[in-house]
């Protein structure tokens, strides 16, 4: 299955064989104060700089009904965020990691997107299509 939106991934997660627990990593872009005056136009231009990480959360497949719901319950932290990184913990049978159990996972994540390490998420704009980084 290609996994081209967010809702795809929650289609490919429900149809796995154990159960699911996604662990969900949003950030913001900010522009480094050493910013060149091209990456300063870039950036307002809605391009560039560099991605932090703002809140994380972990759900089981089955609680989200689409990347809607997601989104609406991420504009309740009042944090404004342009991508989520996405991975998947696997379960066994129809139990789910536990979200305690999902908490190193999301550290990981944290820290692999503080170091641009991103080959082991796929992140969605805020629309929930996927974004192709380099």
Do not use: Y
């Not at 910013?35 to 759900?59: H, S, W, Y």
């Not at 789910?96 to 503080?114: D, N, T, W, Y």
Request: with cysteine.
């Amino acid at each position: 299955m290609t996994i081209a939106t967010f809702d795809d991934l929650l289609l490919a997660a429900r149809a796995q064989p154990s159960a699911q627990r996604l662990l969900l990593v949003f950030a913001t872009a900010h522009l480094p104060d050493d910013a060149t005056a091209q990456q300063r136009i870039d950036f307002e231009a809605g391009n560039g700089g560099a991605l932090v990480p703002a809140m994380c959360v972990d759900k089981v497949a089955d609680e989200l009904s689409s990347f809607a719901s997601i989104a609406l319950e991420a504009t309740q932290f009042h944090m404004p965020w342009c991508m989520v990184f996405a991975s998947t913990l696997s379960g066994v049978g129809d139990q789910a990691p536990s979200s305690q159990s999902a908490q190193s996972g999301l550290e990981r994540m944290v820290e692999s997107i503080k170091l641009g390490a991103l080959a082991d998420m796929i992140a969605f704009d805020t629309s929930g299509n996927v974004v192709l980084l380099d």
